[in-house]
């Protein structure tokens, strides 16, 4: 300080850019990595569930298709199931 910048001459320059980082304590870094994992955890088992689930529709595609159902005939089949859902509820009033 005091001296002329031995590479532009300048008497005064800003705070160097690592002078201004901010210091983290421990513990915050503890509980960042904590969150980190648990994140991770998360992200693993939901990936999963996905994972298992896509698996159970093919599965289910491949049996509607090995019945001759195709997909596009399941409004028609869902429609029909909901019918017969009703005539069942119906039947279980009398």
């Known amino acids: 300080e005091g ?3 031995p590479v532009c001459g300048s008497m005064t320059h ?12 421990l513990a915050q870094v503890e509980a960042l990595r904590a969150k980190a994992s648990s994140d991770e955890r998360k992200y693993l088992e939901k ?3 996905l994972a298992s689930a896509q698996q159970l529709l093919q599965d289910t595609w491949r049996q509607l298709e090995a ?7 399941q409004p028609q089949i869902t429609a029909t199931l909901h ?3 009703q005539e069942i ?5 009398i």
């Open 3 to 5: 001296e002329p910048c």
């Open 14 to 25: 800003q705070k160097a850019h690592n002078e201004q980082l901010e210091v983290i304590e």
């Open 47 to 49: 990936e999963a569930f």
């Open 67 to 73: 019945q001759h159902i195709k997909q596009e005939d």
């Open 83 to 85: 019918e017969v859902e």
């Open 89 to 93: 509820a119906a039947l279980k009033i």
